[in-house]
């Protein structure tokens, strides 16, 4: 899981390497980087241009390259994993858990993926083979293979001992998983019960069965709100036959909120949530020309609305100086609403049974606000250009447009997740075309009507 970083360190620690570089003491740079947990390399890497960054990289100790691969964000990662063949890629998967091995295998071609599971230990090859077999955005491509599981007839002075025998158990263990010999998940046994109770009671007397487990193809935003929602440490997953596969653990859990906090932001503006800070120009330009050649589409459709009322325009030029606010005021309330619709979807609050009422209550404020605003502007408007008639129809248009803003700002994003597409991706293109359109056709349009 990605740690929190204070920039003013990480640009320091920068410095400080760039500084050991430059005067060429390739040890003394080493040493720094051995010195920092795998976190802060990660991130001091993300924080580097394409050219430092490489450089740092060669300086990384090889038994340290897993760790530090697992914290980088999946394009970086792949970009490093572009440059190491099967064997490196096996050394560096070898410190690491299985579900961030699975993660990194599925970025590596056909070839070097099969060299890796090749030159893997049968037992470690199994449990890495059983995660590739679901997609990474599902609890089965979320889940780890190490949970602990005991029996029922099992007494705790048994399960302490057997407990006794690992070296170590597995991180965020909270719960012990009961399985029946057919591996089927029974229950849990949380090990605050396991180290209270009376030695000679047995698991299936102690055991907790009122919870549900995971199945394997949830979604991992499905799994995300579980987890938030019964503010779980661990959750075991099953198969549809419910045979116990694995479990999640609540630092994965948290990766998944992260990706898509920043699936949401980025999406906004069209760009992948892995987008690199410093990826190079040739590969960030593409990127976005794709958006703002759609962009620029929909401009020019607002832009031929403008056009039909070309006389209009003509004769009063105030239209010309007044026409951006109507759009400007319909765009910030329709993302408003956009923006309050798409956080809700993702939180899994909107279905059949309250979608009416927000639609309902969006175009109220829609209504509401619309009427305040508009009242303001008319007077500014007739003050300003001494035409009672252009304050009546600027706030008639404003009106019209907030209206328009909330209603397209809760049916789009809506409408899109019905289709299976993004709504935080296409949302907003869609939305600033409503309003655009709306905005100019309502406000040239009265104008036309009343100053023909």
């Known amino acids: 899981m990605p740690a929190r970083h204070d920039p003013d ?82 050394a560096a998967a070898a410190g690491m858990d299985v579900d961030d091995v699975a993660d990194m295998l599925q970025q590596l071609s056909e070839p070097v993926l099969q060299e890796v599971l090749d030159s893997m230990t049968l037992q470690d090859r199994t449990r890495v083979e059983q995660i590739l077999n ?37 991180e965020m263990t909270d719960n012990l998983i009961v399985v029946n010999r057919a591996d089927e998940f029974i229950g849990l046994l949380p090990l605050s019960t396991l180290l209270v109770s009376d030695p000679h009671a047995t698991v299936r007397e102690m055991m ?25 440490v661990s ?29 949401s932001l980025m999406s906004m503006a069209g760009l992948d949530e892995d987008e690199d800070t410093f990826a190079p120009v040739m590969a960030t330009t593409p990127r976005r020309a794709i958006w703002l050649g759609i962009n620029l589409l929909t401009a020019f459709l607002a832009s031929g609305v403008i056009n039909m009322f070309q006389d209009t325009l003509e004769k009063v030029v105030a239209l010309a100086v007044l026409m951006p606010i109507v759009a400007s005021m319909g765009g910030v309330a329709g993302t408003q609403t956009l923006t309050v619709i798409v956080r809700g979807l993702a939180l899994g609050q909107i279905g059949h049974s309250n979608r009416n009422w927000l639609i309902v209550r969006e175009v109220t404020v829609g209504l509401i606000n619309g009427i305040l605003w508009s009242l303001v502007v008319a007077v500014a408007a007739s003050l300003w250009f001494q035409d009672p008639l252009i304050g009546l129809i600027i706030a008639a248009a404003m009106v019209i447009n907030l209206l328009m803003a909330a209603l397209a700002g809760t049916i789009i994003p809506l409408t899109l997740k019905r289709f299976k597409i993004d709504p935080a991706l296409a949302g907003s293109v869609v939305l600033t075309t409503v309003t655009d359109v709306t905005g100019f056709l309502s406000f040239l349009g009265l104008a036309t009507i009343f100053y023909a």
């Open 235 to 263: 959750a075991p997953v099953i198969d549809q036959h419910g045979k116990l596969l694995g479990r999640i653990t609540i630092d994965d859990v948290v990766d998944v909120i992260r990706e898509d906090a920043d699936h």
């Open 9 to 90: 360190n990480t640009q320091n620690q920068l410095k400080e390497l760039n500084r050991a570089l430059d005067r060429g003491s390739v040890t003394e740079a080493r040493r720094m980087l051995e010195l920092l947990p795998a976190p802060d390399v990660a991130h001091l890497l993300e924080s580097s241009p394409p050219q430092s960054r490489s450089e740092l990289w060669e300086l990384i100790d090889d038994q340290s390259e897993g760790d530090v691969l697992q914290e980088l964000s999946d394009e970086i990662q792949s970009q490093f994993l572009r440059t190491m063949d099967a064997e490196e890629v096996a």
């Open 208 to 232: 907790v069965t009122d919870v549900e487990a995971i199945p394997a193809a949830m979604h991992d935003s499905e799994v995300a709100s579980l987890f938030e929602r019964h503010d779980l």
């Open 134 to 170: 679901y997609a990474d955005d599902t609890a089965g491509g979320l889940m780890n293979t190490d949970a602990i599981t005991v029996r029922p007839p099992h007494t705790m002075d048994v399960v302490l001992r057997y407990l006794r025998r690992h070296s170590e158990i597995p």
